[in-house]
């Protein structure tokens, strides 16, 4: 009986040190992409695990006791952490970015640190999209504080415009990855060249009120800072398609190659938008493609932003009178007797006015539209020379051009250059109605050049250059009705 037992418990020594487990979990990093073929071991043994597309390892065949936890992957910090192995165990494992956190690495010229002493908002990419149905930037934003936004269709898709803290977008400063948004000639911003721009941001920064020196327009009422660098470690697939209200249709389809040989990565994104607007024939017919290329070093990344938006939209630039809002007749009467022969010129104008609904257009032409191609290209390079010190240097170009067209009532012959004449009834003409297209043709070029040094823990230099040439041609065409 006695043998029996040290039989036995020989049985269950014997058995506890040949126990073997296993160690799994996934490999993630710090926006939640699962890492494929990271490297996963433990130190000083040979137990090792590279991780599969979808970021998961598995280690099996482990003995009990403790070990040292490491996880390696190109271009993040390493992940190191003590382990005590007594059973199956599971580990996830979320990997900081090291070199390919490009925002360690750019000069933010024109953002706001924790520590700057402006009032300033960041909004990340998971608050955006969540907001993001095909609506132009402002309306994104609309929710923000000292934001008012407005809608020229009703519906945030075709001309928008924003005003911060009480202030138009002339006195907002609006930038993309640096590049200044702003027009060259009116300091406006026109989100409408630029459809579904909010598919390819990364973060924005809100500064309210008088902030950080920056390039182009002034920042009197604030700025408006739009990033979209990002880095995808894996391929993305991706198509969204949907319908809203007043017909308005968006389709949206991105493409991304993930990091490939841990150095190179590129995306596009082509997105097309229409939509019927609430204003009477106030339409819009939106495409845009947006592109991307990469190339990463220990040191610096090299990218190339394309972005081209083509924009067809009905004008309603127009303001409805307040008394066709609210149903005022007696108000509207008035109204249009004291505005009769300077807006409302014709039978056609009387009629639109007093037969349509809240939602009136003043414009009835056919052809009454806006249409306009604009293109930004930027080269970005952004090195970091040492621990304290970095330089970001930026080459763009921006091209737009196109026209809108509008039908106008008994104009002067003598401004378009033309001098009166005798028809055959013998009646001198010296004016007419007809349609005409003011074409624009503008060229940005420009250089952008951003460095800091950490001069101590509690002081940074910054300095930057900014160079900028523009060529804004204008013309028009025109055929009498």
């Not at 952490?81 to 090291?98: F, H, K, P, R, T």
């Not at 947006?290 to 303001?319: C, D, H, M, V």
């Not at 013998?426 to 005409?436: C, P």
């Amino acid at each position: 009986m006695e043998m029996r037992y040290l039989i036995l418990c020989f049985s269950f020594l014997s058995y506890a040190l040949s126990a073997q487990y296993q160690l799994s979990g996934y490999v993630t990093n710090d926006k939640k992409e699962n890492l494929s073929f990271a490297t996963v071991f433990l130190e000083g043994t040979s137990y090792a695990a590279a991780t599969e597309e979808d970021g998961h390892f598995t280690i099996v065949n482990i003995k009990p006791g403790n070990y040292s936890l490491k996880v390696l992957y190109i271009g993040y910090r390493s992940f190191t952490q003590s382990i005590n192995i007594v059973g199956d165990m599971v580990q996830n494992v979320s990997l900081s970015g090291g070199l390919y956190n490009l925002d360690a690495i750019e000069i933010q010229a024109n953002r706001v640190g924790d520590k700057g002493p402006f009032t300033r908002q960041n909004l990340n990419k998971q608050q955006l999209q969540k907001e993001n149905l095909g609506a132009d930037v402002p309306y994104i934003l609309q929710w923000t504080p000292s934001m008012v936004v407005t809608s020229d269709a009703g519906t945030g898709i075709g001309y928008t415009g924003m005003r911060l803290r009480g202030s138009d977008q002339t006195r907002v400063n609006v930038t993309l990855n640096g590049v200044p948004v702003n027009d060259a000639e009116s300091q406006n911003v026109f989100w409408v060249d630029m459809p579904d721009l909010m598919g390819s941001v990364n973060n924005i920064q809100i500064q309210r009120g008088a902030g950080t020196s920056t390039n182009g327009a002034g920042a009197f009422g604030g700025t408006v800072s739009i990033n979209t660098a990002d880095v995808r470690v894996n391929p993305l697939y991706r198509y969204c398609s949907y319908s809203r209200s007043f017909n308005t249709k968006k389709l949206n389809v991105n493409l991304g190659t993930g990091l490939i040989n841990d150095r190179y990565t590129i995306d596009a994104r082509y997105s097309t938008i229409s939509s019927d607007g609430f204003v009477d024939r106030a339409s819009a017919n939106l495409n845009s493609l947006f592109f991307f290329r990469l190339r990463l070093s220990s040191r610096s990344s090299l990218r190339l932003n394309i972005l081209s938006g083509k924009e067809t939209t009905y004008q309603a630039w127009n303001s409805v009178p307040e008394s066709k809002i609210s149903g005022d007749k007696t108000a509207l009467s008035s109204h249009y007797s004291n505005n009769l022969g300077s807006i409302y010129k014709s039978m056609t104008d009387s009629v639109n006015l007093f037969s349509s609904d809240r939602r009136y257009n003043y414009y009835t032409y056919d052809n009454q539209v806006d249409n306009y191609l604009q293109t930004h290209i930027q080269l970005l390079h952004s090195l970091l020379v040492n621990s304290k010190s970095r330089i970001k240097t930026t080459l763009f170009y921006t091209k737009g051009s196109g026209y809108f067209e509008e039908y106008r009532q008994k104009e002067k012959l003598s401004n378009y250059g033309i001098a009166s004449f005798i028809n055959m009834n013998g009646i001198e003409i010296n004016s007419s109605d007809l349609a005409r297209k003011r074409w624009l043709d503008n060229d940005l070029l420009g250089i952008l050049i951003d460095g800091d040094h950490q001069l101590s823990r509690a002081i940074t230099m910054q300095l930057g250059f900014a160079g900028n040439h523009y060529l804004g041609d204008h013309f028009w065409q025109y055929c009498f009705c």
